[in-house]
């Protein structure tokens, strides 16, 4: 495992997810809000072609890192709304653009802090 610290990987993540095209992302520091995480990363994606691309260059990338996944899941099982992926201290966020207007995950964790990637 690198020495890089938890918030570097997320980091990396966010920059690349931006790689992958993905859009509005917002890279969230929430671990004096909780103690389950401590990163959010959260992105739109504008199609399920683009998430699952976007989900196989993050298991890529975790392959490398001395991350592991926990937890792989589709928040909404008819569609391809939301993919969420569990890493522990960074969850990761794929979301259509009806989904994250409708979430608005960082209204939600508005106490956040937003740190550049």
Known sequence: MDNKTIQEKAQELARLIQDGKGDNIV????????????????????????????????KDYIK???????KTNKKISDGDDWNLIDLGSIVIHLMSKEAREF????K??????RLEF
């Open 64 to 70: 490398d890192s001395g991350l592991e996944v926990h």
């Open 108 to 113: 939600l964790w508005h106490a956040g802090q």
């Open 27 to 58: 890279l969230l520091d929430i671990s004096e809000l909780n103690s389950w995480t401590d990163y959010f990363v959260i992105a739109t994606v504008s199609s399920s072609t683009q998430s699952q691309g976007l989900q196989k260059q993050i």
């Open 103 to 106: 979430y608005d995950l960082e």
